[in-house]
C-alpha cells in the first residue's frame, strides 16, 4: 500500500470563517455517511436470514453502488484522466481494502455475532487511525483527542464485554479484518493530493470492489448464494429487491460518495470518530428491525462513544484553528 499522506485539510491557508464552514459541511456530510453505512447490517443479516451468502450480498451492494456513481465519477474528470493514472494505486487499495475487504469482512462476522459488537470491534478503526498518523508522521494527538479516545474506546468496551453476549472468536476475527478495511478506508478518504475528485475516487473504489469479489466468486473462492424469499424487517415482510436497492443506493452510494467528501474537510482522525456514529445508530437500527435489543449497559456505552466523538471534534477542531492563519487588515 503506497504512503499516506498527512492528515491535512486542503488548501493554502483558509480563513477562519472559510475553515467553520468547511468544518460545518464536513460533520454534515460525515453523519450522513455514518447513518447510511449503519443501515447495512440490518439489512444484510435479513437477506443471511433467507439464505443469502456474505459474499453475495457484499457483491450485489458494491455492484449496483459502482452502477450508480460511475457515470457522476466519470464526469467528474471532465475528460482528465490523468488523476486516474498517476493514483491508479491507490484507487486499488480503496477499492481491495477499503470497500471489499472491510465489507465482507464485517458481514462475515455477523453470521457468528450481533451486529452491534461486531461494528464496535470494527470501529477501534479511529484509534488505528490516530496511531497511522503519530508513528507514521509524527502528528500527536492533543490532550482532548486523546480523552476522546479513551471515552470511545471505554463505551466500545462495555458494549463489547458486558452486554451478556459472548463473542464468537470467528465473529472477533473478522471484526478486526473489517477494522482494518475501515481505517483504511478513512486514511484514503482524506488524502487531497491525488487531484481525484470524491465522485470518482468512489466509483473507482466500488469498481474495483466489484471485479475483486466477482473474480472471487467466478473461481469459487467466494461462495455466492442467493434467494429469492422476502426479508423480514421491524416485522414487516419486504419484497428482496427493495433490500437490495436500499443496500447499494443508500449503504453504498450514497454512503461512500459522502464519506469521502466528509473526509477532505475534515481529515482522517476527525471524520473516522465522527463515523463512530454508525455504530450506535446501527445498535438501535438492529433493536428496531431486527429485535436485537441493546441492554442499558450497551446504551450507557453509547452515550460513551458519543462524548468520544464530541472530544475528538473539539480537540481536532483547536488543532485546526492554532494552524489558521488569521487575517489582518492593513491599516490606512
Known amino acids: 500500500m503506497t504512503s499516506m499522506a498527512h492528515d491535512a485539510a486542503p488548501g493554502g491557508a483558509p480563513s ?20 447510511s453505512f449503519s443501515l447495512s447490517g440490518p439489512l444484510a443479516a ?10 453475495a450480498v457484499v457483491l450485489v451492494r458494491v455492484a449496483t453502488g459502482a452502477l ?19 493514483s491508479w494505486r491507490i484507487v486499488v487499495a480503496y477499492g481491495a481494502l477499503g470497500v471489499a475487504g472491510a465489507q465482507f469482512c464485517y458481514f462475515a462476522a455477523i453470521q457468528h455475532m450481533q451486529v452491534g459488537p461486531a461494528l464496535l470491534i470494527e470501529y477501534t478503526a479511529p484509534a488505528a487511525v490516530v496511531g497511522w498518523f503519530w508513528v507514521r508522521h509524527g502528528q500527536r494527538p492533543g490532550g482532548l483527542t486523546l480523552l476522546g479516545v479513551g471515552l470511545a474506546a471505554a463505551g466500545l468496551v462495555l458494549v463489547l464485554d458486558l452486554s451478556g453476549a459472548a463473542p464468537s472468536p470467528v465473529g472477533v476475527a473478522w471484526s478486526l479484518g473489517a477494522m482494518v ?16 475528485p470524491p465522485l470518482t475516487l468512489a466509483a473507482g473504489g466500488l469498481t474495483v470492489g466489484t471485479v475483486l469479489l466477482g473474480t472471487l466468486g467466478a473461481v469459487g473462492l467466494l461462495p455466492l448464494t442467493v434467494a429469492a424469499e422476502p426479508a423480514t424487517l421491524g416485522g414487516a415482510t419486504v419484497p428482496v429487491g427493495v433490500v437490495l436497492g436500499a443496500l447499494g ?19 482522517a482522525r476527525r471524520a473516522s470518530f465522527v463515523g463512530l456514529l454508525e455504530v450506535v445508530s446501527a445498535v438501535v437500527l438492529a433493536w428496531l428491525l431486527l429485535g436485537e435489543l441493546p441492554a442499558p449497559v450497551q446504551l450507557l456505552g453509547g452515550l460513551l462513544v458519543l462524548g468520544g466523538v464530541v472530544a475528538v471534534q473539539q480537540g481536532e477542531a483547536a ?6 492563519p488569521v487575517a489582518v487588515t492593513p491599516v490606512a
Open 249 to 267: 443506493l443508500v449503504t453504498a452510494g450514497l454512503a461512500y460518495v459522502s464519506g469521502i467528501a466528509a473526509g477532505r474537510r475534515l481529515g
Open 68 to 86: 450508480v456513481v460511475l457515470p457522476f465519477g466519470i464526469a467528474a474528470l471532465r475528460g482528465d484522466w490523468t488523476p486516474v493514472r498517476r
Open 319 to 324: 488543532t485546526a484553528r492554532r494552524a489558521v
Open 46 to 55: 435479513s437477506l443471511f436470514a433467507t439464505g443469502w451468502s456474505p459474499g
Open 16 to 35: 477562519s470563517t472559510g475553515f467553520r464552514s468547511t468544518t460545518t459541511v464536513g460533520l454534515a456530510l460525515a453523519v450522513v455517511s455514518a447513518l
Open 181 to 196: 478495511g475501515a481505517a483504511t478506508y478513512f486514511v484514503i478518504n482524506a488524502r487531497a493530493d491525488t487531484g481525484l
